[in-house]
């Protein structure tokens, strides 16, 4: 029983690189998203995925792209990094109707340092 | 504009006594207001919830109280446990905002044994 799993588990990257953070999730979720968590900030939403091939910008989107073409997964790209990029990534998923209060499931993140 | 506050960032208290974590909102239009537990190196984890119909909800040690009048709602530990040790996060959510997740700055708690 996978859950959610994210990769990789720590990244170090350097200013203007790129790279994809992968999510799967094995319950067939349709709802999916991205988020960051910094110090004193809670948890802010990068993006976020209704179902495969929708997806639309939270509350920090900038400097993000993601694609949804399966209902399994939802990577997240950084196309050029940046320091303020440095954070601690979670992806997580929940059902299709998402009513308020619906329980979210996250993965164990993604710790992503920027140099 | 943090649209959901916790404005304790860490709380410490003794096993056995009693957490209270607090947490504010400002979006009336919030109509759920969940509770997540997250330990280090974990993903966060779904505690309790509430609905905005309720005043509270119980379950085992955990209960959360809905103040609607004063967009105040609070967790209580009774009694706290050393495993209870880990930051907890409020968070909204409701129809009007997308059922999209709103989350606090977290408040860290450590249960002292």
């Known amino acids: 029983n996978a859950g959610v799993t994210q990769t990789p588990k720590f990244q170090v990257l350097k200013t203007g690189q790129s790279m994809t953070l992968q999510c799967a999730q094995d319950?067939?979720?349709?709802?999916m998203s991205w988020y960051r968590q910094d110090p004193g900030m809670g948890l802010r939403l990068i993006h976020y995925?209704?179902?495969?091939?929708?997806?639309d910008q939270g509350e920090v989107p900038n400097g993000y792209n993601v694609s949804r073409s399966t209902t399994e997964d939802f990577p997240l790209r950084l196309l050029s990094a940046a320091p303020s990029q440095t954070s601690v990534y979670f992806c997580?998923?929940?059902?299709?109707?998402?009513?308020?209060?619906?329980?979210?499931?996250f993965g164990q993140g993604t710790r992503l340092t920027v140099v | 504009d943090q649209q959901v506050k916790q404005n304790s960032p860490s709380l410490s208290v003794q096993e056995g006594r009693i957490s209270i974590l607090n947490c504010d909102y400002t979006?009336?239009?919030?109509?759920?207001f969940l509770w997540y537990k997250k330990y280090p190196a974990e993903g966060p984890t779904f505690l309790i919830s509430?609905?905005?119909?309720?005043d509270k909800n119980e379950d085992g040690r955990f209960t959360v109280f809905l103040n609607k009048s004063a967009k105040h709602l609070s967790l209580h530990i009774v009694p706290s446990q050393p495993g209870d040790s880990a930051v907890y996060f409020c968070?909204?959510?409701?129809?009007?905002?997308?059922?999209?997740?709103?989350f606090g700055g977290g408040t860290r708690v450590l249960v002292k044994p």
């Open positions: 979006n009336s239009m919030f109509d759920y």
């Open positions: 995925s209704v179902g495969a091939g929708i997806t």
């Open positions: 319950m067939n979720h349709e709802y």
């Open positions: 968070a909204a959510s409701g129809k009007a905002a997308g059922n999209k997740l709103t």
């Open positions: 509430i609905s905005s119909i309720k």
């Open positions: 997580a998923s929940s059902s299709q109707d998402n009513t308020p209060g619906t329980e979210a499931f």
